[in-house]
């Protein structure tokens, strides 16, 4: 009886954490279901936004979406190299400098820190006249440099790198340097794989940052060749109104490789998240 | 657990501070593009006399000596990009020493902080397309070349059969800065009612309302709790405020520029006309940017006020929605006064500080898009008015195929455009907070104008 009972408290815990976990899937799909059947669906379907499902299934936006835009395919191939580029880029400077902030002794350190800091502070706008200089004096105009470089250093993943290194326990350091580890063996060999959550989220958002970026690239660029996806986007936006169905084809083509990079990576990035948990 | 808090607390960071931080910007893939509909020759010169449809005389061109390539900015993406840039093809035909690079460079905000940059940069385009207001802006900077000269040029510039074929509407003068022309124009908007007529027959009436009395005859006979009068976009509508204040014998800007002129009685009655159709339950604020057309093209409104550049957009939302409204049709904004006042707007061209070789280049070129046969391509490619009388006969295939484009070519000539100074823009910000706030019924429409005429002659003072 007293077995019975237990076993119908557990199923009903688990029917009630599961019932959570579907409205919470339900909420994170929501967006995308949404966003994929509305592309489906003719223009005042689509603008009106009163049905779910489309009343006709228009497949022929995804064409009409793709064809619209000249460049589509280079714009793909833009976004993916310079996503991924500026991930490489990121988080070898971060790891580098993150290392030196947290387990490294030099003078005016700390101050450095904080003044890396205040320059998350600074925004975008502030900067975008001087880098555009920059950029122009270096000749650098319509090339990738100009969409990667400036964008390959990050205080924000410097700081979430020093925040896990300075958490790592200084005895590991101390033996590993008794073993005769140097500060380069023992950031590679022991900091990177125990850090392995921070460098999945810092990767994650500088990806994330890289593929929706619009307004740095159309300052830097004028050949529609050396564009990105977003710009590919923003055609669909016009004075007099929006062509929100051909808009939403476009944006879903556009994250097909993201979901695509999620599914092949998904292993490693739960994984992750799970270390975290167990080691916390 | 340390850790996990910290990649917590990190991660809500990273949400909070992403708008500062110094990265890419990210645009949101809806969003809402920015219209800032301005134009046209200042307040003093209602330019309501009709240009005479004459021939213009050929300018005999004045090719540069060796090759020129002029760098053309622009706001115009897809197909409207593809038109130009065969109109490029077509010009460095007739000027072979001339190229042409046409660039599309985001929207008009876009635009402005890319041509904004570029001046600093000290690297700016040969030419660009821009509001008025944000044109202003770069004459401040003293980055753009004043127009008259050039148009009065024997050999280049524009003939006098050409100005009076020319709409005033499309020649910008800028009263701020000696009211010389500091843009041009080849393309305009305007500002329309929308009507359904499938309601307004079945109420009795035989055609749109011309005064503004009618228009509350019609919706006292039409309106259904359903079915409302007016749809105001939720946050205002300063264009369809100036046409309204226009069609009562009034104006925005006063005619030095220096203070704001909708706070006379023609703007008060705009104003409490306004109130009239919220409180009478005749209008609606749209929960949605465009919701207008949607519920027109689903015969849910009577009226709707808008651009002539969205007709495109209204035929296939109603052609879409199957077919619900069988009759549909545009006409000027009711009035009151004898003489048809339409506003027109759009973004103009400005030729920047370069070379004197490259600015001569760059002013052919907008002369050549504001020509009658090029003008005319562009058109059809665009539904946009073009900037010549004579062009109509360019355009009889294209009216013929589009009548209710052919009916609002014919108010063209009442033109008058929205005010050129830089501060217009937040001005029309406070236009429509004053109209939403009427609407809602947090102000009275005295009161709102006269708040929106505080911030506007602040702005206004704003060196």
């Known amino acids: 009886m007293t077995i019975n009972r237990d076993r119908l408290k557990s199923g009903l815990v688990q029917t009630i954490i599961y019932a959570i976990l579907f409205v919470g899937a339900l909420w994170a799909v929501f967006p995308f279901a949404w966003m994929v059947l509305t592309s489906l669906k003719g223009y005042a379907e689509a603008s009106a936004a009163e049905n779910f499902l489309p009343t006709r299934w228009l497949f022929s936006n995804y064409a009409d979406a793709w064809n619209q835009v000249e460049y589509f395919p280079r714009y793909f191939a833009n976004t993916i190299f310079m996503a991924c580029a500026t991930v490489a880029g990121v988080l070898t400077t971060s790891t580098l400098a993150a290392y030196a902030f947290a387990r490294m002794r030099f003078p005016g350190r700390d101050t450095l820190f904080i003044v890396l800091l205040a320059t998350m502070m600074v925004p975008f706008e502030v900067t975008l006249v001087p880098n555009f200089i920059v950029i122009r004096n270096l000749q650098w105009s319509d090339h990738y440099e100009a969409l990667i470089i400036p964008w390959i250093a990050s205080a924000f993943s410097i700081f979430l790198l020093r ?4 958490a790592i326990p200084q005895e590991l350091h101390d033996a590993a340097v008794m073993d005769g580890c140097t500060h380069l063996r023992f950031l590679a060999s022991i900091v990177l794989p125990l850090s392995r959550p921070a460098l999945i989220t810092s990767g994650l958002f500088t990806f994330l940052a890289s593929w929706n970026s619009l307004m740095w690239p159309l300052l830097v660029t004028n050949r529609p060749e050396m564009r990105p996806i977003q710009v590919a986007m923003a055609t669909f936006i016009g004075d007099a109104g929006t062509q929100i169905q051909l808009l939403l084809a476009a944006v879903t083509i556009s994250v097909i490789p993201v979901i695509i990079v999620y599914l092949i990576l998904q292993r490693w990035f739960i994984e992750g998240i799970a270390t975290v948990g167990i080691r916390g | 657990m340390n850790k996990y808090l910290v990649l917590a607390l990190v991660l809500m960071l990273a949400v909070t501070v992403a708008a500062c931080a110094p990265a890419p ?3 949101p893939p809806t969003a809402v593009p920015v219209v800032q509909p301005t134009a046209a020759p200042p307040p003093t010169t209602a330019p309501t006399v009709a240009p005479t449809a004459v021939p213009p005389t050929t300018a005999p061109t004045a090719a540069p000596a060796k090759p020129v390539e002029v760098q053309f ?3 115009q993406s897809g197909p409207q990009d593809a038109a130009l840039k065969k109109l490029a093809d077509s010009f460095k035909q007739k000027n072979p020493n001339i190229t042409v690079v046409v660039t599309y460079q985001g929207n008009y905000t876009d635009l402005y902080k890319k041509v904004s940059a570029a001046i600093a940069a000290g690297s700016p385009p040969d030419i660009t397309i821009g509001y008025q207001n944000d044109i202003s802006n770069y004459i401040k900077s003293d980055a753009v070349i004043p127009l008259d000269d050039l148009m009065k040029d024997p050999k280049i510039g524009f003939s006098d059969a050409d100005m009076k074929d020319i709409f005033p509407a499309f020649i910008d003068k800028y009263p701020q800065y000696g009211n010389k ?4 124009a ?5 500002e329309v009612m929308y009507y359904n007529n499938d309601l307004l027959k079945a109420a009795g009436f035989t055609k749109p309302p011309e005064t503004w009395d009618d228009f509350l005859k019609a919706c006292a006979a039409i309106v259904k709790p359903d079915i409302p009068c007016y749809e105001m976009p939720g946050s205002g509508a300063a264009s369809t405020f100036a046409d309204w204040v226009f069609s009562r014998g009034g104006d925005v800007v006063s005619a030095d520029g220096k203070t704001v002129a909708f706070d006379k009685q023609p703007g008060l009655d705009t104003m409490n006309f306004l109130n009239d159709l919220f409180v009478k339950k005749y209008a609606i604020l749209q929960a949605k940017a465009y919701q207008d057309q ?6 849910k409104v009577v009226f709707t006020f808008g651009s002539t550049a969205g007709l495109p957009y209204y035929a296939s939302a109603i052609k879409d929605a199957g077919g619900k409204v069988k009759d549909w049709g545009i006409a000027p904004a009711p009035h009151s006064i004898k003489d048809l006042v339409v506003d027109l707007y759009g973004p103009s061209v400005a030729v920047l500080k370069t070379n004197p070789e490259k600015q001569q280049a760059a002013f052919l070129w907008l002369k050549f898009l504001m020509d009658k046969d090029p003008n005319a391509e562009w ?12 062009t109509k006969d360019a355009l009889a295939d294209f009216i013929k195929a589009n009548p209710l484009y052919g009916n609002a070519y014919g108010w063209l000539q009442y033109g008058r455009g929205e005010p050129t100074m830089a501060a217009w823009n937040p001005i029309r910000n406070f236009i429509g907070a004053a109209m939403v706030a009427v609407a809602n019924g947090k102000m009275t429409p005295a009161d709102a104008i006269k708040d929106a005429a505080k911030k506007s002659n602040d702005a206004l003072a704003t060196p």
């Open chain 1, 163 to 166: 925040q896990f290194f300075r």
């Open chain 2, 25 to 27: 910007t990210p645009v």
């Open chain 2, 73 to 75: 900015w622009t706001g």
């Open chain 2, 181 to 184: 022309v500091y843009s041009l």
């Open chain 2, 186 to 190: 080849f393309m305009r908007s305007m």
């Open chain 2, 294 to 299: 949607t519920d027109f093209s689903l015969g």
């Open chain 2, 379 to 390: 058109v059809k490619a665009t539904s946009y008015f073009p900037a010549r009388a004579s």
